[in-house]
């Protein structure tokens, strides 16, 4: 299969490219380091994207772009560019990539744990990303479930809960144990490239 991923140049993005690039041909973009450039908040960019690469049988992000300002300030503006990013940006992959992607092909995209399982701080601050993270993973999974409905027989539609990864843990100064391994994760996204599911929240290592 040809398959485009974005968000190619992270973590687990690499450990994807790493996972599938033996089996299927493989698209690299990102917003800085790969040779195809794209900004998923950017509705141009993504456009501009699908016409560079054509058709793909499948496409898989993994682009992410949070901010978490300091305790204390105004996060208005952060929640706006989150939404831009994790939200509104994958939408926008699934809208305009319905006419670059084989029929029966699929997008996975990147949502988070918070939805299934809230995780709300002590601190006011903590509150407010936490709320913020929650809402922003509860729309894209309901955008998830609508998405392949609506597309049902044309394009599958799913999304990958990665949760925290031993290796972000370890860059933290955390303990990495309660996480999973970036190449555990990119297994997630490879059942959503091959096994015949639409609509699905999968979460890593389940």
């Known amino acids: 299969m040809r398959v485009l991923i974005v968000g190619s ?12 690039s033996s089996k ?5 973009a990102s917003r ?9 908040s950017d509705r141009a960019s993504i456009v501009a994207l699908y016409n ?3 058709t793909v049988d499948s496409v898989i992000c993994v682009a992410r772009d949070d901010r978490f300002p300091p305790p204390g300030s105004s996060m208005d503006d952060d ?3 989150s939404v831009a990013n994790k939200l509104m940006g994958q939408a926008n992959l699934v809208r305009y990539g319905v006419e670059h992607i084989s029929k029966g092909g699929s997008v996975t995209l990147t949502g988070g744990t918070l939805a299934q399982r809230p995780e709300i701080g002590n601190a006011a601050a903590s509150v407010n990303v936490e709320v913020r993270a929650f809402i922003r993973c509860a729309a894209l999974n309901l955008f998830v479930r609508s998405a392949a409905l609506e597309l ?12 925290w990864m ?4 370890t860059l933290m100064g955390k303990d990495p144990a309660g996480g999973i391994s970036a190449a555990e994760v990119a297994k997630a996204y490879e ?11 999968i979460v890593a290592g389940q």
């Open 32 to 40: 800085k380091k790969a040779n195809l450039k794209a900004d998923i």
């Open 24 to 28: 299927h041909e493989i698209i690299e």
């Open 52 to 54: 560079m690469v054509g």
């Open 9 to 20: 140049a992270g973590l687990l993005g690499r450990e994807i490219v790493k996972l599938l």
């Open 152 to 163: 049902h027989g044309r394009l599958r539609v799913n999304a990958i809960s990665p949760g």
């Open 79 to 81: 929640f706006s560019y």
């Open 166 to 169: 031993t290796e972000t843990w």
């Open 191 to 201: 059942r959503s490239l091959m096994e015949d599911m639409t609509g699905q929240v």
